[in-house]
């Protein structure tokens, strides 16, 4: 008894530790699932943000670009620009430009409506604001409140090419302590006047980001109090955080780090896009990304507390080790408590369970012998030193030999040199990698030749190391799936015939479309059920014509409106007569879609990604058999001129990657002779 005691209480705490470490594992596993389920949560919304962040910059420097090419602008610019300071103020000029500045500043935004009104005898810093500068930086129009030009413009202005793009600048702080980002694009002059290239002036917009920037980071679709975005930006003094932080409440560029630090923001910066587990400026561990923002030198960073993200699953291990703790209390009380009892049945219980066992063992052993003797496909067992361990009698049949006398023997012994060699090399590769292997293989057995698909099962046999060959014959099915592929060849070339005895204009039309699409295809390296797919969508394409009545497909004169629509219902007829077969690819839809073009100028309106990509080559090879071929109204075109005016569309109606492949196949793979 007390032997059993103590077994019990060592299995008990083997027990508690196994289960200790299980949870240990399950939390570890749940907390790599909530990493990467945070990873994949925040991508997206920096994704979003950095899209929504660039294309309000975008938004806001099109105007000052749109300026800066009005050639009024530079016209008058340039007169302004020739003339004396005292000149300038008296020209009509310049009150052109200042209203030009003025209406597009309160059109765009550039103008401060909260300091417009104040006691004259003060002087207002706008946060928002809009100027026009000559080339020496000197003010020619703008709005009211202008400061002086900051460093971080002037370095802006710096930057600027002869490209006329428009800067975004850094955010800085004015004399308001607001945070300001700007943006400078350069003014240049005619080339009517002989000043091509030459850079007049600089137009400048200010706006305070707090306003629309800002709040394009506080759009989230996940609420958790530690979720936070925040631009960066680099400054002198290392990185800055150009937004406010709402844990600490910062203010714009109040809070800096190092530009080594290991820090998030400092990581965030220097390595864009990456997933990032660190500490942030609260000194917290955070999961964080970031990405850079289009057209500026600044980074979006989001990120969320790491006792958030995973907090849930810690609980959970907590839970799941005080239940452990308390379980194995309950279950030592109970062992203790049941120990004489359990010692006086014990004895009992394992007869009934040893009998039970053998009884069960012995009705699947009946079982497994009943399949391996009544199954029509052949089993072998190979051990580590790829002996025979065991065959069924279905192979033993086959190679004419007692189940019992295969025992030991090798591969070659039984199937011969060939077969031994085939098999070796799989069997070895299944042992060694631990893999379930398939391959397909002809076996001639008693001179009958069949076809097997061959399957090696990694097992453990006689507690040792085996592989389980399972052969089953497909011979009866290989050939009835020829048969069908045969019948549905004759029938495609059955309706091709008569689509060509109805429309001799159109003879082998389809045959040779079908040979361009399918070439397409292969150069395209598209999958076994895509090239089936073009071929019979090829094949049938123009299988409405049937319907058409054969004096409009041959007639030579112009076609009236009410037969040019009866041509037009070819795809329909086709789709028809088509309607209920059931092919296995799209074959349907490609036919359908053979007259759609990716601009939408087809029969049905369709478009871009709306067009599958077969019916994409099917519509570049119809068009292009069809340029080539004679009809009733015109003579063929020649090869380099079809394929010229697919190129000339290639983008348009076709699609580019499909025409780059039609010129590799006619200049490499197809005789179209």
């Known amino acids: ?102 209406a597009t500043s309160n059109r765009e935004g550039y103008t401060d409506k909260n300091r417009q009104s104040v006691n004259a005898n003060l002087r207002v810093i706008a946060n928002s604001s809009l100027a026009l500068y000559d080339a020496n930086l000197n003010l020619i129009a703008g709005t009211a409140g202008l400061s002086k030009l900051s460093k971080t413009l002037k370095d802006s202005i710096n930057q600027l090419d002869e490209k006329q793009q428009v800067i975004t600048t850094d955010i800085w702080l004015n004399d308001n302590n607001v945070a300001q980002i700007g943006f400078v694009t350069a003014i240049s002059g005619l080339p009517q006047l002989g000043k091509e290239g030459q850079t007049l002036g600089y137009l400048i917009g200010i706006k305070n980001p707090n306003k629309q920037l800002y709040g394009l980071l506080k759009n989230f679709s996940v609420t958790l109090q530690s979720l936070e975005s925040a631009l960066l930006q680099k400054n002198d003094n290392g990185i800055a955080y150009a937004s406010p932080l709402r ?32 500490s942030d400026y609260r000194k917290n561990k955070v999961l964080a990304v970031s990405r850079s923002i289009a057209n500026t030198n600044m980074r979006l960073i989001i990120k969320v507390d790491y006792d958030d993200a995973i907090g849930q699953t810690l609980q959970q291990q907590s839970d799941l080790q005080a239940m452990l703790v308390l379980g194995t209390f309950a279950m030592l009380a109970l062992l203790i408590g049941a120990g ?3 010692h006086l049945i014990r004895a009992r219980q394992d007869n009934e369970a040893l ?99 061959i399957h090696l099962i990694p097992m453990v046999y006689g507690y040792k190391s085996a592989v389980m060959i399972h052969f089953h014959d497909i011979t009866l099915i290989e050939a009835h799936q020829a048969q069908q592929t045969r ?19 159109s003879a082998n039309h389809s045959q040779k479309t079908a040979q361009v699409a399918v070439a397409i295809a292969e150069a395209m390296e598209l999958s076994d059920i895509d090239l089936s797919t073009v071929e019979i969508a090829a094949n049938l394409c123009n ?32 789709k028809e007569i088509l309607a209920n077969i059931e092919f296995e690819g799209p074959v349907l839809d490609t036919i359908t879609q053979k007259h759609e073009y990716l601009d939408g100028s087809g029969m049905n309106g369709l478009s871009a990604d709306q067009l599958a990509i077969h019916a994409r080559i099917l519509t570049t090879a119809n068009d292009f058999v069809a340029m080539i071929s004679p009809r009733a109204y015109r003579e063929s075109l020649h090869v380099e001129t079809a394929l010229d005016t ?28």
């Not at 032997?3 to 596993?29: D, K, N, P, W, Y």
């Not at 040199?417 to 893999?435: D, G, M, R, V």
């Not at 019948?487 to 204009?505: C, E, G, N, T, V």
């Not at 299988?543 to 037009?568: C, F, H, M, N, R």
């Open 646 to 673: 697919l190129l000339q569309d290639a983008g348009t109606r076709y699609d580019r990657q499909v025409v780059a492949s039609l010129f590799h196949v006619i200049e490499n793979k197809i005789d179209l002779g």
């Open 355 to 453: 009998l039970t066992t053998t009884h069960a063992l012995e009705e699947k052993t009946n079982l497994l012998d009943a399949i391996n003797d009544n199954t029509a496909d052949m089993v072998l067992i190979l051990d580590e030193s790829l002996q025979l361990s065991f065959i069924n009698r279905a192979l033993a049949d086959k190679i004419s030999i007692h189940a019992e006398d295969s025992v030991g023997k090798n591969l070659n012994s039984i199937l011969g040199s060939h077969y031994a060699e085939f098999l070796t090399p799989l069997a070895e590769q299944c042992f060694k990698q631990q893999i379930e292997l398939n391959e397909k293989q002809t076996l001639e057995l008693k001179g009958e030749k069949s076809t097997f698909t």
């Open 247 to 278: 844990q600490d409440s910062s203010t714009p560029l109040q809070k800096r780090v190092a530009l080594n630090s290991p820090i998030t923001s400092a990581i965030a910066f220097n390595s864009p896009g990456e997933f990032i587990q660190a």
């Open 340 to 342: 004489w009892y359990g």
């Open 1 to 102: 008894m007390k032997r059993a005691l103590v077994t019990g209480i060592i299995s008990l705490i083997l027990i508690f530790l196994i289960c200790l470490a299980l949870i240990e594992r399950f939390t570890t596993q749940q907390t790599q699932q909530n990493i990467s389920h945070w990873q994949t949560t925040l991508s997206a919304l920096a994704d979003n943000q950095s899209l929504s962040v660039s294309r309000w910059i975008f938004a806001t420097a099109a105007p000052l670009k749109e300026v800066a090419s009005n050639n009024s602008v530079r016209l008058y610019l340039q007169r302004l620009t020739e003339q004396s300071t005292e000149a300038r103020e008296a020209s009509a000029q310049i009150d052109y430009l200042r209203n030009m500045i003025i």
């Open 543 to 574: 299988l409405g014509k049937l319907s058409i009545p054969q004096a409009l497909l041959t007639k030579t004169g112009k076609l009236s409106d009410e037969e040019k629509q009866v041509v037009l219902k070819e795809v329909d007829y086709a």
């Open 487 to 505: 019948l549905l060849q004759q029938i495609m070339q059955s309706l091709m015939h008569a689509i060509d005895l109805h429309d001799p204009y």
